[in-house]
Nanobody, 124 residues
Framework: QVQLVESGGDLVQAGGSLRLSCVVS????????MAWFRQAPGKEREFVAG????????IYADSVKGQFTISKDNAKNTVYLQMNSLKLQDTAVYYC?????????????????WGQGTQVTVSS
């Protein structure tokens, strides 16, 4: 059984930065996909960024390219999301997800394990 725990969400002013963390525990695999999704009130959950534990390959949603950076520390079983130049529209609950995968999917239904979410609120 895999457990994911997100942290780092906060209230931040527009233009500020945050770094989210996701720690995975339990059974781990040498080649798994990890990803960040976000969901704002009244909107569907959307893909933000993903990374492979083995190769380090990354993929980003077009909306956050150049703004967010996903990274990992395999020794700590942790994936990070560095968020810079935050905007009001970045306000959402951010979720960490993981799955044993050959590839790196960008759809929520492709991921089996999910964290509880961490709230990011960007104020004006």
């Amino acid at each position: 059984q895999v457990q994911l725990v997100e942290s780092g969400g906060d209230l931040v002013q527009a233009g500020g930065s945050l770094r989210l963390s996701c720690v995975v525990s339990g059974r781990t695999y040498s080649n798994y996909a990890m990803a960040w999704f976000r969901q704002a009130p009244g909107k569907e959950r959307e893909f933000v960024a993903g990374i492979k534990s083995s190769s380090g390959r990354t993929i980003y949603a077009d909306s956050v390219k150049g703004q967010f950076t996903i990274s990992k520390d395999n020794a700590k079983n942790t994936v990070y999301l560095q968020m810079n130049s935050l905007k009001l529209q970045d306000t959402a609950v951010y979720y960490c997800a993981a799955d044993l995968r050959i590839g790196l999917p960008t759809t929520a239904v492709s991921y089996t394990y999910w964290g509880q979410g961490t709230q990011v609120t960007v104020s004006s």
